[in-house]
């Protein structure tokens, strides 16, 4: 998904739908929640396969999940402009941040 010209972190650039997870709330529920909201996709068993504390200045840790989809119907939230389906080797190409590209070939086949 493209984020949308107006974001404040990283506008028109590529990235995956994702958010915070709230107060009390379990990190799997939450990854379906945001890509639900981000992206209008109904996800079936996310499976974590990447942890990552990003620094000790933000104290933010990333979650990455792998999923299955049950609908392809994609609804875009405000928060993006645009969306497309890519292979790997396409979604290492797109301007995405680094930590998106390091997890790539981490990616179960």
């Given at each position: 998904m493209r984020r949308a010209e107006n974001d404040k972190i990283r506008p028109l650039t590529w990235d995956l739908p994702g958010g915070g997870v709230?107060?009390?709330?379990?990190?799997?529920?939450?990854?379906i929640r945001e890509t639900k909201e981000e992206a209008g996709i109904n996800l079936k068993d996310p499976q974590v396969f990447i942890v990552?504390?990003?620094?000790?200045?933000?104290h933010v840790i990333r979650i990455l999940y792998y999923a299955k989809i049950t609908d392809s119907k994609i609804i875009v939230?405000?928060?993006h402009n645009s969306f497309k389906w890519v292979t790997r080797s396409e979604f290492g190409n797109l301007d995405i941040p680094n930590h998106y590209k390091?997890?790539?070939?981490k990616l179960p086949k």
């Open positions: 709230e107060d009390g709330e379990d990190p799997n529920d939450a990854v990552k504390n990003t620094s000790a200045k933000d939230s405000l928060e390091e997890c790539i070939s």
